[in-house]
């Protein structure tokens, strides 16, 4: 219990400081004038700050906590683990935050990616310090074969979700008006996260197929896109069930990629 509960109010003093870092970049940001979106009700009734600081650390700290499903297979120093997951949480987030949308301002697409990466940074460096294993070094020899396919199958996976979701569905996006680079974007998109899942599943062992790509896609993945998605409703008036839509089929498209991935072996070295 006692181990526990240290490790419990570590990813809480994570999460509380990756919360203040993004504050602080967001002091930054100059405002927006986009005029697509209404103000949410926490804009309105002047309660965001609170909101925010809320879920910021509810947000940081189960992501902080993932760090624990990955980090007994990294390498390198405590500082040098964190940093890799930071990175590619970071990846995630950016990569989303590119997507072209009705009210999106060509500022707030390198501003916000810079914030946001910035305070996943944080989050994964103090991740690997308090969490990260000591000294870990690579005791083990991976024979692992082509991860391409599966890149290529997320990838292509993740297209054909956004388009079911653009033509059938019809989700906000700027993809009439701007059908070529909403397109350019999810080919990007979805090649960046398929990277992004390939490493991830390089550092999860489940019992099955089944159950690393639940892991990798379902958790990793999906975890990741569910809190940054709701970080938008705490300042934009936006429809809940459009968000929930485009954040499911997100998610399912990418776990049914993460079938493909190839089990790793572990041949230990004597």
Excluded at 132 to 153: H, T
Aim: net charge positive; aromatic share 10%.
């Amino acid at each position: 219990m006692v181990g526990k509960a240290k490790y419990i109010v570590r990813i809480l003093l994570i999460g509380v400081s990756a919360t203040f870092s993004r504050i602080v970049g967001q002091l930054l940001i100059p405002p927006g004038e986009q005029s697509v979106l209404s103000p949410s009700i926490f804009v309105m009734n002047g309660t965001l700050p609170l909101v925010f600081s809320v879920y910021g650390v509810l947000a940081y700290s189960v992501i902080t906590a993932l760090f624990l499903l990955v980090y007994n297979r990294l390498t390198g120093n405590k500082l040098v683990q964190g940093l890799e997951y930071g990175i590619a949480c970071s990846l995630i987030w950016v990569a989303y935050l590119l997507e072209p949308l009705p009210h999106g301002v060509p500022l707030d697409r390198i501003t916000y990616p810079l914030a946001d990466a910035f305070s996943l940074l944080v989050m994964g460096a103090l991740a690997g310090i308090m969490l990260g294993r000591k000294e870990a070094k690579n005791d083990s020899k991976e024979a692992v074969k082509s991860s391409l396919p599966a890149i290529a199958a997320i990838t292509v996976l993740f297209i054909i979700g956004r388009l079911i979701q653009y033509y059938v569905v019809g989700i906000y996006s700027s993809f009439a008006e701007k059908p070529v680079e909403t397109i350019a974007w999810c080919v990007v998109a979805g090649l960046a996260i398929a990277c992004v899942l390939d490493w991830f599943n390089k550092q999860v062992q489940q019992s099955s197929r089944t159950a690393n790509a639940l892991m990798v896609g379902g958790v990793l993945f999906g975890l990741n896109l569910v809190l940054f998605n709701f970080f938008v409703p705490l300042v934009l008036d936006v429809g809940l069930p459009d968000l929930l839509i485009r954040t499911g089929v997100d998610i399912a498209a990418v776990t049914i990629g993460c079938l493909f991935f190839e089990k790793n072996l572990r041949l230990r070295t004597s």
